[in-house]
């Protein structure tokens, strides 16, 4: 499964921005090449995109079951855009669903990250002419 969080106003290579990640249920593997518009009233509706392709690995001398048990994992992203260490750390308040997403202080690295967005009006309609909405059970 993909272990998954969303992350409202999106992910930043800048240390200095702690952005909200809502851990959400997993994922079987192949939804990873989702793109599609999930119609109102379905889990997580709107237009989906790939935005980043890439793999993942713990940091060194991390235990991912452990750390993700105990609220904090640190791990090392290899992608496309988002490259070198993160942290997720579960915040005490609330459901235990809200995390923080952190990028480390690394060569990857970018004060003042600005994010781009991907979904254009043209990419949005090319998603609805592609493939009819998802069926909502």
């Given at each position: 499964?993909?272990?998954?969080?969303?992350?409202?106003?999106?992910?930043?290579?800048?240390?200095?921005?702690?952005?909200?990640?809502?851990?959400?249920?997993?994922?079987?593997?192949?939804?990873?090449?989702?793109?599609?518009?999930?119609?109102?009233?379905?889990?997580?509706?709107?237009?989906?995109?790939?935005?980043?392709?890439?793999?993942?690995?713990?940091?060194?001398?991390?235990?991912?079951?452990?750390?993700?048990?105990?609220?904090?994992?640190?791990?090392?992203?290899?992608g496309r855009k988002l490259r070198g260490g993160f942290v997720l750390t579960r915040l005490a308040r609330g459901s235990g669903k809200d995390w923080l997403l952190i990028k480390r202080k690394d060569e990857n690295a970018e004060r003042g990250f600005e994010l781009r967005g991907e979904l254009t009006a043209a990419r949005i309609k090319r998603l609805r002419e592609r493939a009819p909405p998802c069926e909502v059970s």
């Open positions: 499964v993909l272990k998954s969080w969303a992350v409202p106003k999106g992910p930043s290579m800048d240390p200095a921005d702690k952005r909200l990640a809502v851990m959400v249920d997993d994922h079987p593997l192949e939804y990873g090449d989702f793109e599609g518009i999930i119609p109102a009233g379905g889990y997580g509706a709107g237009p989906v995109v790939v935005w980043d392709r890439g793999t993942w690995v713990p940091a060194e001398g991390s235990g991912t079951e452990a750390e993700l048990r105990q609220g904090k994992l640190v791990f090392v992203l290899h």
